[in-house]
């Protein structure tokens, strides 16, 4: 790993206080490690420039988890179903917290063991039909058990 002064002279930054200062100041609106990491990142720039390469953007892979079984897509539905429009956040923030309602269950519990709160984020319930009973309720009939959204 380089240091600051490693980066600069690789940069073509003179040694000087003067030229040092001049180079650092571009940065200055920033707090603390945002100041620092602005100017390495120029620094890192700036010899790639001078080396003729150019720097690689990171690439982000999205992660993979295994698809839920049936007994936890059915858990996640009827957590659903108890909680309404706003479930996964409800889930989320027990899991993250441990707060309450304490109704996750093991099921979800051990889905948030193996999967984690940023899988909960990208799932998606199966589209479920709808149809209505004769009491004025809607029944929902479980298509699509097993397929998420990736």
């Known amino acids: 790993m380089a240091t600051i002064g490693d980066l600069e002279r690789n940069a073509g930054i003179g040694s000087s206080n003067a030229e040092r200062t ?7 609106h920033l707090e603390g490690k945002a100041c620092l990491d602005a100017g390495v990142a120029e620094l890192k720039r700036m010899i790639a420039e001078r080396n003729g390469t150019e720097l690689r953007a990171a690439k982000h892979r999205r992660q993979q988890w295994p698809a839920p079984s049936d007994d936890q897509e059915a858990a ?25 309602p304490y109704d996750d269950g093991g099921i979800l519990r051990g889905l948030r063991n193996t999967h984690g709160p940023t899988w909960l984020q990208s799932y998606r319930l199966p589209k479920a039909v709808f149809r ?12 699509g058990i097993g397929k998420s959204e990736e």
Do not use: C, E, T
């Open 22 to 28: 001049a180079f650092w100041l571009r940065f200055h």
């Open 76 to 100: 996640l539905q009827a957590y659903a179903a108890r909680h309404g429009r706003r479930w996964k956040s409800i889930l989320s923030d027990v899991w993250m917290g441990g707060g309450p």
């Open 132 to 143: 209505s009973q004769s009491d004025g309720n809607a029944a929902v009939s479980h298509v």
